[in-house]
């Protein structure tokens, strides 16, 4: 198989259900998830500070428009439910990847650390922190 430019990870239909691949160009399709777990130690998406904030939604809205220089001008922190949504990558030790599908480092889209995804409920694996919601 010749490998595509911009092919990400996996060619279709990828590893995760939430996150499908564009068959033409093999990049994820973020639009639809509808949020981003930041809570503790998992908010330091792109290096920076514990805990949601502007760099976390930046980094969402990254990922939801496939755009490495967009930037969040609305978002809301609230607690995580019981829905899709992206979270931190799996731990490299015990007890595992606790339902996360790891798609790595998209560094075309701006974003430097490796991106997981829950494909159903990040309240479920990461509990009720605190994650960013984009807004329309």
């Given at each position: 198989?010749?490998?595509?430019?911009?092919?990400?990870?996996?060619?279709?239909?990828?590893?995760?259900?939430?996150?499908?691949?564009?068959?033409?160009?093999?990049?994820?399709?973020?639009?639809?998830?509808?949020q981003l777990y930041c809570?503790?130690?998992?908010?330091?998406?792109?290096?920076?500070?514990?805990?949601?904030?502007?760099?976390?939604?930046?980094?969402?809205?990254?990922l939801k428009t496939d755009?490495?220089?967009?930037?969040?001008?609305?978002?809301?922190?609230?607690?995580?439910?019981?829905?899709?949504?992206?979270?931190?990558?799996?731990?490299?030790?015990?007890?595992?990847?606790?339902?996360?599908?790891?798609?790595?480092?998209?560094?075309?889209?701006?974003?430097?650390?490796?991106?997981?995804?829950?494909?159903?409920?990040?309240?479920?694996?990461?509990?009720?922190?605190?994650?960013?919601?984009?807004?329309?």
């Amino acid at each position: 198989m010749q490998t595509q430019v911009n092919e990400e990870n996996d060619p279709p239909p990828g590893p995760s259900t939430s996150v499908p691949l564009d068959p033409v160009t093999c990049r994820y399709n973020f639009s639809a998830l509808p949020q981003l777990y930041c809570e503790g130690t998992c908010g330091n998406w792109n290096n920076g500070a514990n805990g949601c904030d502007q760099t976390d939604a930046d980094v969402f809205c990254k990922l939801k428009t496939d755009n490495p220089l967009s930037t969040a001008t609305s978002f809301t922190v609230a607690i995580a439910t019981a829905e899709p949504g992206v979270c931190c990558p799996p731990p490299p030790w015990a007890p595992g990847p606790g339902g996360g599908v790891n798609l790595g480092v998209l560094s075309t889209r701006g974003v430097v650390t490796n991106v997981a995804v829950h494909d159903t409920s990040v309240l479920s694996t990461h509990g009720s922190g605190n994650v960013v919601r984009t807004n329309p």
